[in-house]
């Protein structure tokens, strides 16, 4: 039965369709839910930071439920997707109304939808990758799977990751910089992907030209099925998805660097470069995500044998309460600076 816990992760989508199927300030359920309810559970619940044995996890990295949790969510975002949709055409909604919605799908996509993407996007296997572009798709962030996996992993907790928050840095400025330099990036890396391989920019293996024509096909397509003001919906959903991911980045990676070593080369990344948290909603909410000081050390290990380290440093809050604080920069501050190791605040003393 512990192994079904992470059935947990469906509530958001449950929130999502409440907001979907009612008016007024319900329409607002999945901010509520998120916001309010994990929160004060993760405070009642507390933290476990208990580690499987290396049996349990062979065990359990193997477990077909496990992935299957994930599998689920992809006609389960997209299903409500298209109710919100049918809704939003066929419905006279408030200015207000229409901001809950707004809120609560953006919501849902950054939680089942890009959160999900993420974990997939690591796997070996193309049904797997396959499906995590698929969830980046109404995110409009398609990009950030090559970003993510070639640029993110490799220079976290540096100066050249434009998804690291430096100290000091508000969450608003890291919005910018992190969208900005992250989709820089991955044209980046694309063109050296290509460049090794002999290929032109309109190559058929153009990845980065493909997600902007399959999300342009997206977009037109709404715009066909349903209207215009859909298709507006559809792009204000998508980035408010990808701006609460931007969030998560921000609480994640806030003020911590990687220092070079003698040779000039940043150290590897170890437990210490990424902020952990242990409040036990919340990581089973988004399948572990917040034990994101494991899945920098070991990239490739599955959601549900991810280690909590004693030496990694460690949120107060959980993931959802820890991204209300960072909307309030001098509370963020005040909470999280004199958290920030000492030696990482003058980094030029160790370039």
């Not at 300030?25 to 999945?30: D, K």
């Not at 070996?124 to 698929?134: A, D, N, T, V």
């Not at 993510?148 to 910018?176: C, I, M």
């Not at 066909?224 to 919906?233: E, K």
């Amino acid at each position: 039965m512990k192994d079904l816990k992470y059935l947990f992760a469906y509530t958001v989508p449950i929130s999502a369709y409440l907001s979907f199927a009612s008016t007024g300030i319900w329409t607002y359920s999945a901010v509520f839910f998120a916001f309010i309810v994990i929160p004060t559970l993760d405070f009642l619940t507390g933290e476990t930071k208990d580690n499987f044995s290396d049996e349990d996890a062979s065990y359990k990295k193997t477990k077909w439920i496990f992935d299957l949790m994930l599998y689920l969510n992809v006609p389960i975002v997209f299903g409500l997707i298209y109710i919100i949709f049918t809704n939003i055409q066929s419905q006279h909604y408030e200015t207000y109304e229409l901001v809950g919605l707004v809120l609560s799908s953006g919501i849902l996509l950054a939680t089942n939808g890009i959160n999900v993407a993420h974990e997939l996007g690591h796997r070996q296997p193309y049904f797997e990758r396959f499906l995590s572009k698929l969830l980046y798709l109404p995110c409009l962030y398609m990009h950030f799977y090559i970003e993510h996996n070639f640029g993110h992993h490799l220079k976290v907790a540096t100066p050249e990751d434009g998804a690291t928050a430096r100290y000091k840095q508000t969450l608003y400025s890291f919005w910018l910089t992190s969208v900005t330099r992250q989709y820089s990036s991955a044209w980046k890396i694309q063109m050296q992907l290509l460049k090794r391989q002999g290929l032109s920019f309109f190559s058929i293996k153009n990845d980065m030209l493909w997600y902007h024509f399959i999300q342009s096909i997206y977009l037109i397509g709404i715009y066909g099925l349903f209207s215009f003001d859909v298709m507006i919906y559809a792009v204000l959903i998508g980035i408010v998805s990808f701006l609460f991911l931007e969030c998560i980045n921000y609480i994640e990676h806030y003020g911590l660097i990687r220092f070079k070593t003698e040779s000039g080369r940043y150290e590897r990344v170890q437990p210490h470069h990424s902020w952990n948290s242990n409040f036990n909603i919340g990581r089973i909410t988004l399948y572990e995500l917040t034990r994101h000081s494991d899945h920098h050390y070991k990239s490739t290990k599955k959601y549900q044998i991810l280690n909590s380290y004693d030496q990694s440093p460690t949120l107060p809050l959980g993931y959802p309460a820890s991204i209300l604080m960072s909307l309030i920069p001098p509370i963020w501050f005040w909470v999280m600076n004199p958290r920030v190791p000492k030696a990482m605040k003058s980094p030029s003393e160790h370039a």
